[in-house]
C-alpha cells in the first residue's frame, strides 16, 4: 500500500523506508543526527516557478514574486530565492543581513514589519533597499527625516488593513481593523497617511501593501482583498491625484499538512485575482498597477520534513500514548503556539497501516511541549526514526533555545543528493553571546 503523502517530494523505497527528494531518511537521520530539518531543492524551486510562470501567464509579467523569508530564512534559501527570480521579502534587519550576504541585491530586498528601529532603518535606507512597506505615521516621520539625513529618497508602500476577515488561525489573521499590522481604510487612517507621505520630500510613495493572513484556502477572500484596495487607489487618486504604481497583495496560499486539507494550486490564485484587477480596474477607471505577492509557506512549507528519533514509548492505559521524540517545541513550536495539525509517518514503515494513535511529545521542560496529539501512525518503538511532514516553513525560522537546546541541521537535497546548508548548533554556540 503507497500511502497518500501530503508533498509530491516524499515517497516509499523498497525497503520500506520513508523518502524524501529520492532520499531514504531512515539514512539520513543516522548519517546527519536528529532532530534533522530536510529541505527538497527540487520541489522549492518548482514551487518558485508555479508563482514567477503565472505571473506571467495571467498578469502579462507585470509584477513581482517576493519570497517572504520569515518562512525559512537562511543563506541558501535566499540564493535559491534569487536564482529563480524571486525578491526578497524581509522584516528585520537579521533577514536583510542574510539576503544581502546571499548576494541578493539590496534593491531586490523589501522591508516589512510594524516597527522598523532607527538603526534598522538607517542601514536599510543607506544600502538602498528596494522598498520600505511601511506601517504607521510615526515611522514615515522616521523615513523621511533619515532619508534627509543620508541624502536619497527611498521607494515606499503604505500597509494597508483592509477590513477582511480571512478565515484562519487568530494568530495569523492580520486585515481585519484589530490588527498590530498596518493603517486602517474604515477610520481615514491610510488616506491621512498617503497625505503625509505625498508631503514628505524623502520618500517616494509608490503604492500599497496589504497581506490578510496566512495558511488561507480559499481565494475569495484574496479577491475580495484585491477589490478593496483597487476602490481605495481610485479614492487616492480622486482626492490626491496620486497615480498608484504597485499593489502588493502579501501572502497566505495555504499548503497542506494533513490529507484532509485541499489547498487550490497556486496558479489559480493567480488567475482569479488578476483577472479581478484588470476587471476593476477598467471599471473604476484608473490604471491597473503592477503587482506584487509575497508567498513564503507556500514555497517552503511542504517541501521539509523533520526527522526524529524516539527515545520512548510510554503507554497511559485508557489515556493515551506518549510517543518522546528528541526535539520538540524549541524546534517546532507550532502546534504550542497555534495547535496545529501535521501528519507523522514512521520513516523506517512508511507503508505499514496506521494502527496507533498517539501524542508526539518534545523534551522541552512544559507540558504543552507537543508536536501534535491524536496522530495516526504505523506502531513506533524505540529508536524508529518518525518524520513529521510539512515542516520547511516556520519552523527552522521559529526555532529558539528553550532549556538551552541546540537548534538541529538543515541538509538540502538536490538530484537525490544531501548536503548540509545550516550546521547543528554546538554546546558552544549556546554560551557564545554570554559574558
Ligand atoms: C507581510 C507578510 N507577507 C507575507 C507573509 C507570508 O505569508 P505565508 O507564509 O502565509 O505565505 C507574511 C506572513 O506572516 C507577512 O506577514
Known sequence: MIKMFVSDCLGVNEEGHLTIGGCDTVALAKRFGTPLYVMDEDQIRKNCRAFTQSMNEYYDGMGSVCFASKAFCCLEMCRIAFQEGLKLDVCSMGEYYTALKAGVPAKNCRMHGNYKTEEELYFEIETGIGAIIADNIEELERIDRLAGEIGTCPHVLLRVKPGIDAHTH?????????SKFGLALETGEAMEAVKYSLDCKNLNLTGFHSHIGSQIFDIEPFEHNARVMLEFIAKVKEETGFVTQELDLGGGFGIKYTESDNPAPFGEYLKRVSAVIKEKSAELGIIAPEISIEPGRSIVGATGITLYNVGAVKNIPGIRTYVLIDGGMYEDPR????????????ACRANAPEDSVITLAGRCCESGDLIGENMKVAELKNNDTVAVLSTGAYNFSMASNYNRFARPAVIMIKDGKPRLIVYRQSVQDLIAGDI
Open 335 to 346: 502546534y504550542a503556539l497555534y495547535k496545529s495539525e501535521y501528519k507523522i509517518v514512521n
Open 170 to 178: 487568530d494568530f495569523v489573521r492580520t486585515g481585519q481593523i484589530d
